[in-house]
């Protein structure tokens, strides 16, 4: 046999290993992503894609589905609110119709890595074509405050859809989510499990940038409602999962320093800020540890539910 022949023969070989370990992980996890493949810059700002169906898989559980619509807004329709925020907004970890937006029959107007800014934006494109009697604007602990006002574009790249930190372009991990290989199943578990990191904790924020940073949230509330004078604009605060109770923080993949669940000087600076205007706390509604996903942080099919029975008694 000659070397030629040999070496087209292993090659052969190794291409059906790798079709038969890309086909048994796709069964084993049900088809489904490891991330949102349908982000993209559009003028700039970062939106999803419209008309698209995404099975993502959970940390722990079963896979479920994102459906996008006109816009690239997360289906079903909603009707007389807009919600504004990031990934929380959007549901990440529960199907379409378990997020809260839709439970309230809201329009969700979630975007994974959005910040404050973003959001104002984006609430900016979306009111003279839904015509929303009222805007709800999402601030989340968990990033907002790091992220302060800070465009997405400017902090993160898309690339065939899938979005990474601005900060880690050009490294392998980046190549690999740049390239036609990640689309495969297999390549993404390799990936995450060799260059993953665990998502990374809000870092501690002197008092003045927390004040700052708050006042310049406010601005931009103010700033929207006056653009939109006959808009009822409301500002929701949702805490992160540690900082709701001790047995969260002991279990968050955040690990926030200290003692999370008894500080509340972040929320005390958002009630102090944001005195004037209408403002819904929802950390009395998250004290369960069931309310946020196991191994996520992100909000569980309980935690929404939760969420959209304080919004729909507060508003």
Do not use: C
Request: no cysteine; hydrophobic share 45%.
């Amino acid at each position: 046999m000659t070397i030629l022949r040999r070496s087209a023969l292993a090659m052969l070989s190794i291409l059906g290993l790798f079709a038969f370990a890309e086909g048994a992980l796709r069964v084993m996890d049900g088809n489904a992503l490891a991330q949102l493949d349908i982000f993209t810059l559009a003028s700039g700002h970062l939106r999803l894609l419209p008309n698209e169906v995404v099975r993502l898989r959970r940390v722990v559980g079963g896979p479920y589905e994102v459906h996008t619509g006109e816009g690239g807004r997360r289906l079903p329709i909603g009707r007389d609110t807009l919600i504004v925020g990031d990934s929380q907004v959007l549901g990440l970890g529960v199907d379409d119709g378990e997020a809260f937006a839709a439970q309230l029959g809201w329009h969700n107007g979630g975007v994974p890595g959005h910040g404050v800014g973003d959001a104002l934006q984006h609430a900016r494109e979306l009111i003279p074509t839904l015509h929303p009697a009222r805007v709800v604007v999402v601030l989340n602990q968990a990033n907002d405050w790091p992220e302060a006002m800070t465009p997405a574009a400017e902090r993160y790249v898309v690339a065939n859809g899938w979005l990474g930190a601005r900060a880690n372009a050009g490294t392998p991990l980046a190549r690999f989510w740049a390239s036609p290989l990640s689309a495969s199943h297999l390549g993404q578990l390799g990936f995450m499990l060799a260059l993953g990191v665990p998502p990374k904790p809000p870092e501690p924020l002197a008092p003045d940038v927390v004040a700052t940073t708050t006042r310049a949230f406010f601005a931009g509330v103010l700033a929207l409602q006056e653009a939109f004078p006959t808009i009822a604009v409301v500002t929701v605060f949702l805490p992160a999962d540690a900082a709701t109770s001790e047995a969260r923080a002991q279990v968050s993949p955040l690990k926030i320093p200290g003692r999370p669940w008894e500080d509340t000087t972040l929320r005390d600076a958002v009630a102090t800020v944001f005195a004037d205007v209408v403002l819904v706390d929802l950390s009395p509604s998250l004290r369960a540890p069931e309310n946020f996903l196991p191994g996520d942080y992100h909000l569980s099919a309980e935690g929404h539910r939760s969420v959209a029975e304080r919004l729909g008694a507060m508003l």
